[in-house]
């Protein structure tokens, strides 16, 4: 009995047919630059290719985030003011009744 062994060929992996982002905005509260980071490498393991966020009220050290993904072009960040009024960085907290 002989075997045949037949070589595989792999076709180059193509672009795909469409590419998705994401676009967020947070304005009830600051979340940690590691959270945002999770959040988004998470977002980008789904297949999202470009985030478009627009900032009204972020953490303190959120800059140095947005200025990393902004150099991967994986970012955009639009300037919003708080719909409250609220300044960015704020200490002061957004209380929500669900009930």
């Given at each position: 009995?002989?075997t045949v062994?037949e070589?595989i060929?792999?076709s180059?992996?193509?672009k795909p047919?469409f590419?998705?982002?994401?676009c967020?905005?947070?304005?009830?509260g600051?979340f940690?630059?590691?959270e945002?980071?999770?959040?988004i490498?998470?977002?980008?393991?789904?297949?999202?290719?470009e985030?478009?966020l627009?900032?009204?009220?972020?953490?303190?050290?959120?800059?140095n985030?947005?200025n990393?993904?902004?150099?991967?072009?994986?970012?955009?960040v639009?300037k919003?003011?708080?719909?409250?009024?609220?300044?960015t960085?704020?200490?002061?907290?957004?209380?929500y009744n669900?009930?």
């Amino acid at each position: 009995m002989s075997t045949v062994y037949e070589p595989i060929h792999y076709s180059p992996r193509q672009k795909p047919t469409f590419e998705f982002g994401v676009c967020v905005t947070c304005g009830f509260g600051a979340f940690p630059p590691h959270e945002v980071v999770e959040w988004i490498e998470a977002q980008r393991l789904y297949g999202v290719a470009e985030f478009n966020l627009y900032d009204v009220y972020y953490h303190a050290n959120m800059t140095n985030v947005f200025n990393y993904y902004t150099r991967k072009k994986l970012l955009r960040v639009f300037k919003l003011p708080h719909p409250l009024g609220l300044k960015t960085q704020s200490k002061d907290k957004v209380a929500y009744n669900c009930s």
